[in-house]
């Protein structure tokens, strides 16, 4: 037991450190995506048993990333959320059993939200190129023909 435990405690610094970087800005969606996440795969748990915590971990990821992200990163981060926290209590559940799936959906949940806000938001940025939004055109006021 104690080498399952400390199996999926490794798994889970070493998810955690590599989501650093890409969580250093989003740390609001960092933390909704993993309150959500394990919230979501403890009722699941509860409900369900494995089954049920990994469909509530990635429904509380994906909730969690909604309510913490704004509305450039929003679809983003629900959807990074809900990836990150049902493949994050899969795989914790494999490892480590009820504990190891609720580290699981934490953990990939809070990474997932602040990849997919991080994508989103440089997405929603990206476009303003093409829309409009930094280079308008001019309307010709002149040269107009009636006929």
Do not use: F
Not at 7 to 16: D, E, F, K
Not at 35 to 57: E, F, H, Q, R
Not at 99 to 114: C, D, E, H, M
Not at 136 to 147: C, F, M, S, T
């Amino acid at each position: 037991m104690l080498k399952k435990i400390a199996g999926t405690t490794a798994v889970a610094a070493a998810m955690a450190v590599a989501s650093l970087p890409a969580a250093a800005g989003d740390m609001n969606n960092a933390v909704g995506g993993a309150l959500g996440g394990v919230a979501g795969a403890a009722v699941g748990n509860a409900i369900g048993g494995s089954t049920g915590a990994v469909i509530g971990g990635a429904v509380g990821g994906g909730a969690g990333g909604a309510v913490t992200s704004s509305k450039q990163e929003r679809t983003g981060a629900v959807v990074g959320g809900a990836l990150g926290g049902g493949a994050g209590a899969a795989a914790g559940n494999a490892m480590g059993g009820t504990a190891g799936s609720l580290v699981g959906a934490a953990v990939g949940g809070g990474a997932g939200a602040a990849l997919g806000g991080n994508v989103s938001r440089n997405n929603s940025h990206s476009d303003d190129y093409y829309h409009g939004g930094k280079h308008k055109k001019k309307h010709k006021k002149y040269n107009k023909h009636y006929d």
